[in-house]
């Protein structure tokens, strides 16, 4: 019998574990990921694929791990340009004193298009491929993540006062729905409504939105119960937690993204899963802003799906999936007392599967699985700092770190390569950090 001919594929990436998420604790041990297309044809045993396929191009990761790409749930992905600024203070205080008036001085097409560049060369140099980013200028932040050749959830923002981008609430969704129908088919841009939060957008237009993300079947990306003083306000001035008020407007829904979740009763955790909505846990920004500790563990034990993010670079201040996994894992068992509360593979999950899951992209990125789009993070766990590794998903979520990320690609295409940036000048970066570092401290 003659040898059926191997099958030309682009991509053959061996490696000494692949890791799925789909099942959640599965390690597949000496596999191969076969892409073509920008997609993942096959996942199956080295030996098998090196006789089944033949690539234009072989990467042997002999002591690496591949997981699918990492999603950063909730970004202000441009203020990267405010790292650092005006650290160590309270919330509000951070915003209206040092932080929207900086905003207000900066604030362009330019100030959003530099940033978030900046910021999408961090996050693919930590394996992040998709983030969920809400900030004024979206069409910048869409030219940015285009320009990296990154995956991006583009938040249509609505604020009810006026910026330097838009007049009031109409211009904002106006200016948001015409950059959508321009750019509604590019494939590594979805979209998403963002209004900012409870006590930055009136019950009118929400209203608005929500009529708007149902016939538009758009996610809806909120700041929600970040802090107390956020739910007093609310109580003075609507007589109704914010929750609770978003309920009447009909905002509720597995559409719902609500961001932090800090200050929730066990009903609002319950209703959160009743109405299928999702949780994008910034746990760095918590704690730095002092915001407080959500309630993870029993979030997820209603059902709720939870998915991770950084916040903006100004109120972390990294853009680091790895450290935000770690860091949810422990806080999770230090707030229950349970140990094996937040297990390795289940945080692993929130960074990946469950991100994709709360923008409607799962059956797209999220796993590991023939037919899905390749985005895919190789992550090298020879060093020192991995050994010895009896399990490489607690390895990742509790040794390794953002610099063990060796290789990114985001559809089928390397974006990092041997922790070299293949779509963005990292000098040139850094220059232009250095101009607006000099513009906003003048």
């Known amino acids: 019998m003659p040898e059926t001919p191997a099958h030309p594929v682009e991509t053959l990436i061996e490696a000494r574990w692949v890791i799925p998420v789909e099942p959640s604790d599965a390690v597949l041990t000496d596999h191969s990921v076969a892409v073509d297309g920008g997609r993942i044809v096959a996942i199956l045993p080295t030996e098998e694929a090196r006789r089944r396929f033949v690539a234009q191009r072989y990467y042997r990761l002999t002591d690496h791990a591949l997981i699918p790409g990492l999603i950063n749930l909730h970004t202000h992905a441009a203020m990267t340009l ?32 530099d940033g978030t560049r900046i910021a999408c060369a961090e996050m693919l140099r930590g394996g992040t491929t998709c983030f969920n980013d809400m900030y004024f200028f979206p069409e910048a932040v869409a030219e940015a993540a285009l320009d990296a050749g990154m995956r991006a959830a583009i938040g249509l923002i609505v604020i009810d006062f006026p910026t330097a981008y838009a007049g009031d609430s109409d211009d904002y969704l106006n200016k948001g729905f015409a950059l959508r129908d321009r750019l509604r088919d590019e494939p590594l841009l979805s979209f998403t409504l963002a209004p900012h939060a409870p006590y930055t957008v009136g019950d009118k237009t929400f209203k608005k939105i ?192 953002r610099e063990q990320v060796s290789h990114v690609w985001v559809n089928g295409e390397l974006r990092l390569d041997n922790r070299q940036l293949t779509s963005l000048d990292e000098r040139e970066l850094k220059l232009t950090a250095n101009v607006w570092q000099s513009r906003i401290t003048h």
């Open 82 to 113: 405010l790292r650092g600024y005006s650290d160590d203070l309270p919330l509000m205080e951070w915003l209206k004193a040092h932080i929207w008036p900086a905003e207000n001085r900066h604030m362009s097409p330019d100030f959003v298009r």
């Open 210 to 401: 929500a009529t708007f993300a149902s016939q538009l079947d758009l996610p809806v990306h909120v700041h929600l119960h970040e802090t107390e003083d956020e739910i007093h306000q609310s109580l003075a001035q609507h007589n109704l937690r914010p929750l609770a008020r978003l309920q009447n407007l009909g905002l509720l829904g597995p559409g719902l993204i609500a961001v932090h979740g800090v200050h929730l009763t066990p009903d609002e955790q319950a209703l959160l899963a009743e109405q299928g909505c999702h949780v994008a846990h910034c746990p760095a920004s918590n704690l730095k802003l002092a915001s407080g500790f959500a309630p993870i563990a029993t979030l997820a034990g209603h059902g709720v799906n939870i998915g991770i993010g950084t916040d903006g670079a100004a109120s972390n201040n990294k853009l680091d999936l790895f450290s935000e996994m770690r860091l949810a894992a422990l806080l999770a068992k230090g707030v229950t007392g349970d140990a094996a509360a937040l297990p390795a593979h289940t945080a692993l999950q929130m960074a990946t599967l469950n991100g994709a899951r709360a923008l409607g992209l799962d059956d797209r990125i999220g796993s590991l699985a023939p037919g899905k789009l390749a985005d895919i993070v190789a992550v090298d766990l020879s060093g020192i700092e991995t050994q010895p590794c009896f399990d490489p998903i607690s390895a990742l979520v509790y040794a390794a770190g």
